[in-house]
């Protein structure tokens, strides 16, 4: 990458990871991320207050270390990148605060920015010293992660960034630590439920996929619902517990994750078939799941489909998104954010930078 190309530090502290990057035009320099999971864990889930509190502990060793990793000094950034939303109010002050902080204290401008932008932008980044892989767009973009389940239609990452679907009441994240808790299973649920599933049949227990039936397709094709899948599993233990037979938590957690999977990727294929676009992007932490990857990857082949995956650090909340995103905004010439900008917890997707 030319030493010409916008150096920018990224700040992500949308929910319970402290994220700081520092890219070169699209060549990550640094991606340090200190996360408040276990803390979290001690409570079945995310903890608002905790991960704010975290976020505040987390990043000035965080942000050191990743100018550290980077060989940089904040003199020598070209500008300042930072997660304005959507995500946890709290969180999102801690890091928005202290990104201000270093702009005015340093001279630089400050660019506030989506989160979920950031996940897109992440499949543009490489390795130091790694070689460029060109990215087409535009592309349909599925993020899953424990608080967002997203499609979006992504034409131009600066200015043309389309929500066709989006969760109306779980995440597939969330739902995923849900169930977990249901079969007494660890938090975070992601890799507990993988875990669990590993010698489970996925078609022993056939649960709902939620807004799928011909009657959801009209006003809710793209969006999704797991509240009832939820339910549908609460229902199945409850039902063992009064038969007082043995639950088979490998069949339930194998059956569960099939569904969720099942619904991820058939809507995003769908979006693909729909919009006439051949490319999917997976994006967001449970990407980390490897039968998602697996009927992803086996899905879109058979439907000529180009199915593109970041690798898991970038897939995870993480700085050097945001810090990619920023540097692309400084290419394109925007003008960065205002001085006096402030916190979208539901910021809209469309909304790549606000003023």
Same mark, same amino acid.
């Not at 270390?65 to 940089?72: I, K, M, P, T, Y």
């Not at 200015?159 to 994240?173: I, K, M, N, Q």
């Not at 697996?294 to 970038?314: K, N, W």
């Given at each position: 990458?030319? @030493?010409?190309?916008? #150096?920018? =530090?990224?700040?992500?502290?949308?929910?319970?990871?402290?994220?700081?990057?520092?890219?070169?035009?699209?060549?990550? =320099?640094?991606?340090?991320?200190?996360?408040?999971?276990?803390?979290?864990?001690?409570?079945?889930?995310?903890?608002?207050?905790?991960?704010?509190?975290?976020? %505040?502990?987390?990043?000035?060793?965080?942000?050191?270390?990743?100018?550290?990793?980077?060989?940089?000094?904040?003199?020598?950034?070209?500008?300042?990148?930072?997660?304005?939303?959507?995500? #946890?109010?709290?969180?999102?002050?801690?890091?928005?605060?202290?990104? +201000? /902080? %270093?702009?005015?204290?340093?001279? +630089?401008?400050?660019? $506030?920015?989506?989160?979920?932008?950031?996940?897109?932008?992440?499949?543009?980044?490489?390795?130091?010293?790694?070689?460029?892989?060109?990215?087409? &767009?535009?592309?349909?973009?599925? &993020?899953?992660?424990?608080?967002?389940?997203?499609?979006?239609?992504?034409?131009?990452?600066?200015?043309?960034?389309?929500?066709?679907?989006?969760?109306?009441?779980?995440? @597939?994240?969330?739902?995923?630590?849900?169930?977990?808790? =249901?079969?007494? =299973?660890?938090?975070?649920?992601?890799?507990?439920?993988?875990?669990?599933?590993?010698?489970?049949?996925?078609?022993?227990?056939?649960?709902?996929?939620?807004?799928?039936?011909?009657? !959801?397709?009209?006003?809710?094709?793209?969006?999704?619902?797991?509240?009832?899948? +939820?339910?549908?599993?609460?229902?199945?233990?409850?039902?063992?517990?009064?038969?007082?037979?043995?639950?088979?938590?490998?069949?339930? *957690?194998?059956?569960?994750?099939?569904?969720?999977?099942?619904?991820?990727?058939? +809507?995003?294929?769908?979006?693909?078939?729909?919009?006439?676009?051949?490319?999917? #992007?997976?994006?967001?932490?449970?990407?980390?799941?490897?039968?998602?990857? !697996?009927?992803?990857?086996?899905?879109?082949?058979?439907?000529?489909?180009? #199915?593109?995956?970041?690798?898991?650090? %970038?897939?995870?909340?993480?700085? /050097?998104?945001? *810090? $990619?995103? $920023?540097?692309?905004?400084?290419?394109?010439?925007?003008?960065?954010?205002?001085?006096?900008?402030?916190?979208?917890?539901?910021?809209?997707?469309?909304?790549?930078?606000?003023?």
């Amino acid at each position: 990458m030319s @030493a010409s190309a916008p #150096l920018v =530090l990224g700040i992500e502290s949308s929910c319970d990871e402290t994220g700081v990057g520092v890219v070169r035009g699209r060549e990550v =320099l640094a991606n340090v991320i200190a996360s408040s999971v276990d803390e979290q864990a001690r409570y079945g889930g995310v903890v608002p207050e905790i991960a704010a509190r975290a976020h %505040l502990e987390a990043m000035r060793p965080t942000l050191e270390r990743a100018l550290e990793v980077a060989g940089v000094g904040i003199a020598d950034l070209d500008a300042i990148a930072v997660t304005a939303g959507p995500g #946890l109010a709290g969180a999102l002050m801690v890091g928005v605060g202290a990104a +201000k /902080a %270093l702009a005015v204290t340093a001279g +630089k401008p400050l660019y $506030g920015v989506n989160h979920l932008v950031g996940h897109v932008t992440a499949d543009q980044l490489h390795a130091r010293g790694a070689e460029a892989v060109p990215v087409e &767009l535009p592309t349909v973009a599925l &993020l899953v992660s424990g608080g967002h389940t997203s499609l979006l239609l992504v034409r131009d990452l600066v200015d043309d960034v389309e929500l066709l679907g989006e969760t109306l009441d779980d995440a @597939a994240g969330e739902a995923f630590d849900k169930t977990a808790r =249901l079969l007494g =299973l660890p938090y975070p649920g992601g890799p507990s439920i993988d875990r669990a599933a590993a010698d489970g049949d996925p078609a022993a227990i056939r649960f709902p996929r939620g807004l799928t039936a011909p009657k !959801d397709r009209a006003r809710h094709r793209f969006d999704f619902s797991f509240s009832g899948l +939820k339910t549908a599993v609460a229902r199945h233990v409850e039902r063992a517990e009064a038969d007082g037979a043995a639950l088979a938590i490998g069949d339930v *957690a194998a059956s569960f994750r099939e569904a969720v999977v099942d619904v991820l990727v058939t +809507k995003a294929l769908d979006a693909c078939a729909e919009t006439g676009v051949p490319r999917l #992007l997976l994006g967001g932490g449970v990407v980390a799941n490897r039968r998602l990857r !697996d009927v992803a990857t086996e899905r879109a082949a058979a439907a000529g489909v180009r #199915l593109r995956i970041p690798p898991f650090d %970038l897939c995870t909340d993480n700085g /050097a998104m945001i *810090a $990619g995103l $920023g540097a692309r905004l400084v290419e394109a010439g925007a003008a960065p954010s205002g001085s006096g900008f402030g916190v979208d917890s539901t910021l809209p997707v469309g909304q790549v930078l606000i003023p």
